[in-house]
């Protein structure tokens, strides 16, 4: 998953997945901006003194069980935004969104928001303007244009992203991208360095205030009445808040860490949960900053060092950018583009819970160290990159058949970057291919081998990434080839499963690895 994190355009089967999509307008500086809590940056202003209104609803709280952290951060930045803009804003703190929606005497603008369920709200209310939808590199009509275009071919992630930099001229020779290649990923898959250390300075840590003290003892005192209840450790807030402070995160990624940030960038370190990466997608996913104005710094700052003789990885600089206008406006669009019922899409009839050693980011209950050690960082930080989401987490529910849309919450509540948009693509479509291949080719499902090469974490495991039976065998060994069992019929048709699939033939212990993974079921591994 990339920074973790995602208009209009047609449903899966070509029909418009909402009339309304693409036919938001532009602006509307005259009225009262209602901003939702990721719509926090000035970019979703039509003019510095536009009238504001912000809510904070304790319904959303209530609904569903946040990360602590994540429930931290966004009333944090709620409440920051309100204090920068003084009397330029109303922020009502309310039961529900009516609530305050009921208050207000005055018409209202608000620019398209991230979800199904908040557009619905939006459209459905009277006296509210619904513009189009901001912070993100591509617009919803851009997209649809461009999905339109590909008739029957395949909306590839890559081939997006070529468009996207041809029309805004990132990274480019004229029609020619800089350096004669599109996409260096190969060169960014290279296991940690041996001796653990990736070279880099610790990231700049934003320091807390008055307002984080008041946050911290509101959610106490709602959790105590029992009106929420969390997951995972309080404190100290980690990520930015206010668009000063994410500015900064942005300009101490730029000097001190994106050069080492490519060739690692899926590696896994037990001593180093931020390797470095930019720790920019909470801030990009609160509306702090805007992704285009992300990638422009990237190119300058890549072009002024050159010229200074200080050049940049090119495979570190585009690796970055792929992240930003690439995967991230990707899985924006293809959550509207997919539509409503793409998230209870179950291709391999995946039915089982989240088990409670999950549910509760109990890492001290997992004795597989890999697991453990990502489930302890998400715990504590509500974050952690996006190899450990994808081939730790994800490919965990994805071998032991955990329930796709159950996952897709899952990973929402516990992340402090998580939104419905962000994760329905992500997780239903990319980690547990529970769409048949609409996004992935094929699933991403690996044994203990993956971990042991791109990790440090094997070494000291009380399993063995190279054994399948036996007390002593890899969870993820075992469960990759019980996985394949589980779901050869579904899978056949797929032609890159095919030499995975034929692998089973030659496993002569098949019947027992199958029956050794059926009794561990979701237990905590």
């Known amino acids: 998953m990339a920074v973790d994190a995602v208009g209009g355009g047609g449903g899966a089967d070509g029909r418009r997945a909402d009339p309304a999509l693409a036919d938001f307008p532009d602006r509307a500086p005259g009225t009262r901006r209602w901003c939702f809590a990721d719509q926090l940056g000035p970019h979703f202003l039509d003019g510095p003194d536009q009238p504001v209104l912000l809510v904070e609803s304790r319904a959303v709280f209530a609904r569903r069980r946040f990360h602590r952290q994540k429930a931290h951060l966004v009333l944090s930045a709620l409440r920051h935004r309100a204090a920068e803009l003084g009397d330029q804003a109303e922020l009502h703190q309310v039961g529900t969104y ?19 369920g908040s557009r619905d709200l939006v459209l459905r209310r009277p006296g509210v303007q619904v513009l189009a ?23 590839l992630m890559e081939d997006f992203y070529r468009d996207s930099r041809r029309r805004h001229g990132v990274l480019m020779n004229g029609a020619e991208p800089v350096g004669g290649r599109w ?9 940690p360095p041996a001796d653990g250390r990736i070279g880099v300075p610790e990231p700049w840590w934003p ?23 969390f997951v995972g450790d309080d404190g100290p807030r980690l990520f930015p808040v206010t668009r000063a402070e994410a500015l900064h995160r ?33 801030a990009l996913n609160l509306g702090l900053l805007d992704p285009l104005e992300v990638v422009v710094a990237t190119e ?8 200074a003789g200080d050049l940049l990885p090119l495979n570190s600089v585009e690796g970055f950018v792929r992240q930003v206008m690439g995967w991230r406006d990707y899985i924006w669009h293809m959550y509207w583009h997919l539509g409503r019922d793409f998230r209870n899409r179950n291709f391999l009839a995946a039915r089982a819970a989240v088990p409670d050693w999950l549910a509760g980011l109990d890492d001290a209950a997992v004795d597989a160290a890999c697991l453990s050690d990502v489930l302890g960082d998400l715990r504590r930080d509500g974050w952690v990159h996006h190899i450990p989401r994808l081939m730790v987490l994800g490919n965990y529910a994805l071998q032991r058949g955990i329930d796709p849309s159950a996952m897709t919450d899952w990973f929402h509540e516990s992340f402090g970057d998580g939104y419905e948009w962000v994760m329905v ?10 769409d048949g291949g609409v996004l992935a080719t094929k699933p991403y499902a690996a044994g203990g081998a993956y971990i042991d090469r791109m990790s440090d974490y094997c070494g000291g495991c009380r399993y063995d990434p190279r054994k399948r039976l036996g007390e002593d065998a890899c969870p993820y060994t075992a469960g990759y080839w019980a996985f394949l069992d589980r779901t050869q019929d579904r899978l056949a048709g797929n032609h890159r499963m095919r030499r995975p699939l034929q692998g089973l033939d030659r496993l002569a212990d098949l019947e027992a690895v199958v029956e050794q993974e059926r009794d561990r079921g979701t237990t905590a591994p």
Do not use: K, Y
């Open 98 to 116: 009516g609530e305050a929606l009921d208050r207000v005497g005055e018409p209202l603008s608000v620019c398209a928001p991230t979800s199904w």
């Open 133 to 155: 939808a901001r912070g993100f590199v591509t617009t919803q009509g851009e997209f649809a244009g461009w999905a339109a275009g590909r008739g029957r071919r395949r909306l």
């Open 183 to 191: 996409n260096l990923d190969t060169e960014n898959r290279e296991p």
């Open 207 to 229: 320091e807390e205030d008055e307002i984080d003290a008041e946050v911290r003892a509101d959610l106490d005192r709602w959790e105590a009445e029992g009106l929420a209840s």
């Open 250 to 282: 942005l300009e101490d990624f730029l000097e001190h860490r994106l050069g080492a940030f490519g060739p690692h960038e899926d590696a896994m370190l037990a001593g180093d949960r931020w390797l470095a990466h930019s720790l920019l997608s909470p």
């Open 300 to 307: 300058r700052s890549a072009r002024d060092r050159a010229a």
């Open 425 to 434: 693509a992500n997780v239903v479509g990319m980690s547990q291919h529970a």
